[in-house]
């Protein structure tokens, strides 16, 4: 008997989840998948506690409770100047990850061509599968990955329908520029496509690099609709509280597929979420300088060990080259790595249709530094101790 659907035929068990379990059963310190060891604001927490104990617990509005919808349109507002009704352009989705389904589910037809990021995150490779639609990557290619405004332009043909962007992008830590956001706007804008933008890492930046939000260039509001979340903003990646933004008929397809989805997103953290926006505005850069400086450890460690990093501009996530060790594969250096060193790390391979491609991911391994300084500074001790050749 046929068990899974086919839609599910060469879509693996998410990484993040293989090398999690991994780190579980091995007893090895947890550097693979991100997620930080410390919660957000405390007051964050009693607000939830206080919505759960307040009533909060039945359905919320299908788009959101209107006091997250309108912390949200201010949160826009303060960081970077975009008018948004809270009433037509928000809604709040189970984390950003449900944000980026119900956007290519409610927007891309079978056969549309999507443009992605190449390494992508594994999500927006099963999601643009879902919906049917045939991925074609633009490679940000190791030393620098940088986006080759022509390699996108050579991407997108007659069946592209939508560019799936992502910055600050996991997982290379590039904060795409002004320049290289221009030229996405112009082929947006040449072939008449929508992007849909994963900024959930949009305060984790860091030295002078600043994240701008895509919808704030000249006639991309009209055609662009931003995901983020609170997960890495406020450090509750388990809350699962995310939301879009843009014009109302492109978050309306949105919002027309995530109701079969979820239908509405959890009550008692809503209004939470909300406190945090509202009345924690600090807390994000706060987090973005110690992440910088946990960045900056883990990058002069993994410099010690013989691991030359590529110091990333944002995100909770640096990477390295292994080529120099010896192993065929970054995956097989990561399921030997606990074993080795008790350390686990993210095998960056599988964010590529073509690891072995020019600049590409084949010998590149992914680490997280959204950790205490303790936790870092034992994993590298722990790498330092280790042979790590093949
Ligand atoms: N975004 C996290 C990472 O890249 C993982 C989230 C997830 O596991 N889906 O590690």
Not at 60 to 81: D, E, K, V
Not at 119 to 138: H, K, Q
Not at 266 to 287: H, K, M, N, R
Not at 308 to 318: A, C, E, R
Request: proline share 8%; glycine share 10%; charged share 20%.
């Amino acid at each position: 008997m046929r068990i899974g659907a086919r839609r599910l035929d060469g879509i693996p068990t998410t990484i993040f989840t293989e090398m999690s379990a991994l780190a579980v059963r091995t007893g090895a310190v947890n550097l693979g998948q991100g997620f930080p060891d410390r919660d957000g604001p405390p007051e964050v927490i009693a607000s939830a506690v206080a919505a759960l104990q307040g009533g909060a617990n039945q359905y919320a509005p299908g788009p959101g409770i209107p006091a997250l919808r309108q912390a949200i349109a201010r949160h826009q507002q303060r960081h970077y100047g975009l008018d948004v009704d809270p009433d037509t352009e928000v809604v709040v989705t189970t984390g950003c990850t449900e944000g980026i389904a119900a956007a290519l589910l409610g927007l891309v037809d079978p056969g549309d061509e999507v443009v992605v990021l190449e390494p992508y995150y594994d999500s927006y490779t099963a999601m643009i599968a879902f919906a049917g639609g045939v991925r074609r990557p633009v490679t940000l290619r190791s030393p620098d990955f940088r986006l080759d405004p022509e390699a996108l332009r050579a991407a997108v043909g007659p069946q592209t329908r939508l560019i799936l962007l992502n910055s600050p992008h996991n997982p290379t830590g590039t904060v795409l520029s002004r320049a290289e956001l221009a030229a996405v706007a112009e082929v947006a804008t040449e072939h008449d496509l929508v992007v849909v933008t994963d900024e959930v890492y949009e305060h984790l930046v860091f030295d002078d690099h600043e994240h701008v939000p895509l919808a704030t260039l000249p006639g991309m509001w009209e055609r662009t609709v931003t995901l983020s979340s609170a997960g890495k903003s406020y450090s509750f990646t388990g809350w699962k509280v995310g939301w879009a933004t843009g014009p109302a008929p492109l978050v309306g397809a949105l919002f027309a597929a995530k109701q079969w989805l979820t239908f509405t997103s959890g009550a008692p953290l809503q209004p939470a979420v909300a406190t945090a926006l509202d009345d924690c505005p600090d807390y994000p850069a706060d987090l973005a300088r110690s992440l910088q400086e946990r960045r900056d450890r883990l990058v002069a460690g993994l410099e010690g060990v013989g691991l030359t990093p590529y110091v990333p501009q944002g995100t909770y996530f640096v990477a390295t080259d292994i080529s120099h060790l010896g192993w065929a594969s970054s995956r097989d250096f990561c399921w030997a790595l606990p074993e080795r060193a008790g350390v686990v790390a993210v095998p960056l391979e599988v964010f590529y249709d073509d690891p072995d491609a020019p600049g590409a991911g084949r010998q590149l391994v992914r680490w997280a530094f959204c950790k205490e300084a303790g936790v870092i500074d034992e994993a590298l001790r722990r790498l330092g101790a280790a042979d790590l050749s093949a």
